[in-house]
């Protein structure tokens, strides 16, 4: 029998703010500054529209890590928008911590339109944190797998 | 209790009799005495009527639709129960002017459940006293301690003060509120993986019987997210453990800064889960992130998920003592 010598690519998905991140996200393509192709962007009106099932969906079909982009706090489009989103995150990522679910597969991150070179890293160190840890076990459906 | 019972029924005679309300929402006994369901009553059947150690249920919830009704409608509330019945004025879901609270004393009710598991089999009836709750079974008179057969929402009571009320019945005793979050504090000093196990196997025992939703006073939604076709996990059996995940994280963050912590979820819950563990958690994070606040405490205060402050701490320090 082959023995298949995989080295685990993640699966990342990435919600950003059309107003700023998802602006940044092209910045950095123009700027060509790179970022790991494991990232899927999904495109949000605002970081307060990310419903918290969105984030459970993603993990269910197959996401290993899940991270939410937006405006830095002050400068949201809607003006409050991120700042409910920011208290939303907050205690939701503590409950998924509090049933066990890895902290570092989810994250926020304010990246403004002007920060290609951030968003670059941030992608970056995120798809290095998720592969460092391995494929998402604690919140899989069976009958998504591949 | 009997004595309080007494006075409730006299009380909803002398409203319906003088016609301040055509009705009266309340407790009345199943097939045993420890079989308590809510029930309407009118003058016809108020002899029905129970106030007993077994009567754990909240009536807030069935209001909602009951206060659409014509005509003013009594309803007795225990203390706790005050809580969502206030919250569910502040969402809006009843009609104030439609109801005329009583509000009855309450001191602690008693889990048929954790009776059984000491033995006593048969029960007719129960009294409390002092400490001790006497039950009279068929097999002769037992006596327990009280606090070892009391439901779980009853041990980690929010003190026996009504929020609201029109009329009391019975006394206010003044009690010191008993720590809630023992069994969460002892949870978040587990491991990631400890922490996983644990949830794993108290929630791989749900059936999706929907008794948690549709008794939760927060859960008042006209058309469920869980009712919806695309959500994947309507009204059917958890297939997989994704699942149960997934609804029991959905169902307490639907809940989030709106649960009274009145712990009727792990009440009805027929396979025992301890879900109030997991509403106490958001409410003990709220608590500590942005400040104290009681669900249902007054009609007024705005919810944590509903507000903000600039100083917020950031996602990633929800595990950090301070924050920023």
């Known amino acids: 029998m082959q023995v298949e010598n995989k080295t685990f690519k993640p699966t990342i998905v990435a919600f950003c ?35 918290p099932m969105f984030i459970l969906k993603a993990f269910q079909r197959g996401a290993d890590g899940v991270i939410l982009c937006g405006c830095h706090p002050g400068d949201c489009h809607y003006t409050t928008g991120n700042y409910y989103a920011r208290r939303r995150m907050t205690t939701l990522f503590s409950m998924l911590n509090y049933l066990g679910i890895e902290k570092e597969r989810t994250r926020v991150e304010w990246v403004s339109a002007a920060e290609g070179a951030k968003f670059s890293a941030v992608m970056n160190d995120f798809v290095a944190t998720i592969t460092a840890l391995g494929e998402n076990k604690k919140l899989e459906d069976l009958r998504c797998k591949k | 209790m009997q004595e309080i019972m007494k006075q409730a029924k006299l009380k909803a ?24 369901s809510p029930a309407t009553f009118t003058l016809d059947n ?17 209001l909602i639709e009951e206060s659409k009704k014509e005509g003013k409608i009594l309803v007795f509330l225990k203390p706790c129960d005050t809580y969502s019945f206030n919250q569910l004025i502040q969402e809006h879901r009843i009609k104030r002017e439609n109801i005329y609270v009583v509000g009855i004393e309450c001191r602690g009710k008693v889990d048929i459940d954790k009776l059984r598991a000491f033995g006593i089999d048969g029960v007719l009836g129960c009294k409390t006293e002092g400490d001790k709750l006497i039950c ?31 009329e009391l019945i019975g006394e206010e005793v003044v009690e010191e509120p008993k720590d809630r979050f023992g069994m969460v504090a002892q ?17 791989s025992k749900c059936i999706r019987c929907n008794a948690c939703r549709n008794v939760c006073p927060a859960c008042s939604c006209v058309h469920c997210v869980f009712d919806n076709p695309d959500s994947n996990i309507a009204s059917k059996a958890n297939t997989d453990r994704f699942e149960e995940k ?8 639907h809940v989030a800064g709106r649960c009274t912590d009145c712990g009727e979820c792990s009440r009805v819950c027929p396979q025992g889960i301890p879900l109030h563990l997991i509403n106490r958690k958001f ?26 402050t600039f100083g917020d701490r950031e996602p990633h320090e929800f595990d950090t003592k301070e924050g920023k």
């Open chain 2, 187 to 203: 949870l978040e000093a587990m491991t990631e993986d400890e922490r996983y196990k644990f949830w794993q196997n108290e929630l």
């Open chain 2, 246 to 253: 997934l609804y029991h994280i959905i169902r307490a963050w």
């Open chain 2, 13 to 36: 005679e002398e409203l319906l009799t003088k016609g301040v309300v055509n009705r009266v929402i309340g407790w009345t006994e199943g097939d045993f005495s420890y079989d308590c």
């Open chain 1, 17 to 51: 703010c059309n107003w700023c991140s998802y602006a940044g996200a092209d910045l950095a393509g123009s700027a060509r500054l790179s970022y790991p192709a494991e990232v899927k962007i999904i495109r949000i009106p605002c970081s307060c529209r990310l419903n």
């Open chain 2, 136 to 166: 009279d079974t068929i097999y002769g008179e037992k006596t327990v301690d009280k606090v070892d057969v009391m439901l779980e929402k009853c041990l980690s009571c929010k003190g026996k003060k009504h929020v609201v009320y029109d």
């Open chain 2, 46 to 62: 108020l002899d029905k009527f129970v106030y007993t150690e077994f009567c754990g249920a909240n009536l807030s919830k069935y």
């Open chain 2, 283 to 308: 409410i003990k994070d709220m608590n500590e992130f942005y400040g104290e606040y009681q669900a249902g405490e007054d009609t007024e205060t705005k919810a944590p998920l509903n507000s903000y």
